[in-house]
């Protein structure tokens, strides 16, 4: 079956970096995009930005770009989120997501289970 | 900036209740749209795709229904499992960029 299984929580200190893994299995992963998506305690869905596994083409929100990598390794079907410069705001739950296209839109369909980033000093 | 809407945010509602939540973008970007349920300490669930077409192995009672400028998830006889939160979503075109509704709670009366 599809799965997307995420690296650990993570405590950080603000200004420094994290970056989480999300290794995917059950589909060929080139042939799906990726997109990143965080959760705040208590909040909605933020988007982050998606990845092309097929050619690393990025697309970042705009909020967030400048603080942002996302890259893939497709010998190990493993797709990395990198984020710089954190601060408390940036304390959530941090999802992969398989992106699945229908009729020229583009949805996520299976999720990782989550990573906690807790930026605290 | 576009963004979507979503009405009402909070629902109170009894097991067996018929529950209607309509999501709204800013602007008329897309003809599809997608559904989520996300229930607490797990990840979103994806329900609805294409606006109206139901993901393998969600129950019918499940239905999306709309285009462009309004959508609608209906629940038709709410089950004690479907107390959560849910959320609509949109891309634009390629590269996409996502957007996601802020969410209506759905819980017990």
């Known amino acids: 079956q599809i799965q997307l299984v995420q690296s650990g929580g993570e405590v950080k200190k603000p200004g420094a970096s994290v970056k989480v893994s999300c290794r995917a299995s059950g589909y060929t992963f080139a042939n799906y995009g990726l997109a990143w998506v965080r959760q705040a305690p208590g909040q909605g869905l933020e988007w982050m930005g998606w990845?092309?596994?097929?050619?690393?083409?990025?697309k970042y929100a705009q909020s967030i770009q400048g603080r942002l990598t996302m890259t893939t390794d497709t010998s190990t079907d493993t797709a990395y989120m990198e984020l710089r410069s954190l601060t408390s705001d940036d304390t959530a739950v941090y999802y992969c997501?398989?992106?699945?296209?229908?009729?020229?839109?583009?949805?996520?369909?299976?999720w990782g289970q989550g990573t906690l980033v807790t930026v605290s000093s | 900036d576009f963004q979507m809407t979503q009405s009402p945010s909070y629902v109170s509602a009894s097991v067996g209740d018929r529950v209607t939540i309509t999501c709204r973008p800013s602007?008329?970007?897309?003809?599809?749209l997608a559904w989520y349920q996300q229930k607490p300490g797990s990840a979103p669930k994806l329900l609805i795709y294409g606006a109206s077409t139901l993901q393998s192995g969600v129950p019918s009672r499940f239905s999306g229904s709309g285009s462009v400028t309004s959508f609608t998830l209906t629940i038709s006889s709410l089950q004690p499992e479907d107390f959560a939160t849910y959320y609509c979503?949109?891309?634009?075109?390629?590269?996409?960029?996502?957007?996601f509704g802020p969410g209506t709670r759905v819980d017990l009366k």
């Open positions: 997501a398989r992106v699945q296209a229908y009729s020229g839109s583009f949805f996520p369909d299976y």
């Open positions: 602007r008329g970007l897309s003809a599809w």
């Open positions: 990845i092309n596994v097929y050619d690393g083409n990025t």
């Open positions: 979503q949109q891309s634009n075109n390629f590269p996409p960029q996502f957007t």
